[in-house]
């Protein structure tokens, strides 16, 4: 039986993906700091696991439990993460710290813990929740585009070193989604900017994440991550949800300027 691992398992796309795993056969371990969140995956039959991603004890901890219990990881989802908002001009450099931490370093630990175990199989899937934030842009949003950025670049790179030994890096790039996610940039950003020079942007922006909540359901990105990890040869990436297709196809023929226009339109439409 293939043995997955998926982090920030305690709701939305994380919750919904170790369910999907655990359907299709997997050995699932989900992993996040709120263990008591995850009171129904246990009762469904899923192993559950405390693990801070900023915290590289239970990383490691977490990695050894699974290889004594089972003897072999088979697909890691790095899907850890959330979105810090404000002006690049607000924001602490603390907390701008903290957000690479959750985001990219955390992620890029557990890779490092894990394959060593795929390399030894000689086979494994690693797959890195990322976000269609990483090839787009929008005001407000520097830190948490940021880490998305560097997750596709870190992915690619991921890609190559490890196809000589039979694992493949897979990236995910949800669009909107029903998560906490929205709320929690939305508060993020409204405590950062919210009463200074960039409140006009916060008030917009505040407005078109309240879009979201016409998002897909988190299950979506949870099936095309079953998907990426049963496919005998998986994309290099894959976009769901709502919005992802068109907007990253705008990214892609539209110019800076031409992006930035449309966007801003977006903005006001919304606010």
Do not use: C
């Not at 988190?218 to 099936?223: E, S, T």
């Amino acid at each position: 039986m293939k043995v997955a691992l998926v982090t920030g398992a305690s709701s939305g796309i994380g919750e919904s993906t170790a369910l999907e795993l655990h359907k299709a056969g997997y050995t699932v371990y989900a992993a996040a700091r709120r263990v008591q969140r995850m009171e129904g995956l246990a009762a469904q039959g899923i192993r559950v696991l405390a693990m801070d991603v900023t915290n590289d004890e239970s990383m490691v901890e977490g990695v050894k439990k699974i290889i004594a219990e089972t003897g072999r990881i088979d697909v890691l989802v790095n899907n850890a993460g959330y979105g810090s908002y404000g002006a690049v001009e607000d924001v602490p450099l603390d907390e701008a710290k903290y957000q690479f931490e959750v985001n990219v370093f955390g992620l890029a630990r557990l890779v490092q813990l894990v394959a060593p175990h795929m390399r030894e199989q000689r086979s494994g899937r690693i797959v890195n929740v990322s976000s269609i934030g990483g090839r787009i842009y929008e005001p407000l949003g520097a830190w948490y585009h940021s880490t998305k950025f560097a997750v596709e670049g870190l992915s690619d790179s991921l890609r190559l070193e490890l196809k000589p030994f039979g694992i493949d890096v897979v990236v995910i790039q949800p669009g909107g989604i029903k998560t906490e996610w929205g709320g929690i940039a939305v508060e993020n950003m409204q405590k950062t900017s919210g009463g200074g020079a960039y409140k006009e942007q916060v008030r917009q922006l505040s407005g078109l994440f309240s879009q979201a909540e016409r998002g897909s359901e988190p299950k979506v990105i949870a099936d095309v991550i079953v998907k990426a990890a049963q496919a005998r040869r998986p994309r290099t990436r894959y976009a769901a949800g709502f919005g992802a297709r068109p907007i990253l196809f705008a990214r892609r023929v539209l110019s800076d300027r031409a992006f930035d226009a449309m966007f801003l339109g977006a903005l006001r439409r919304f606010a």
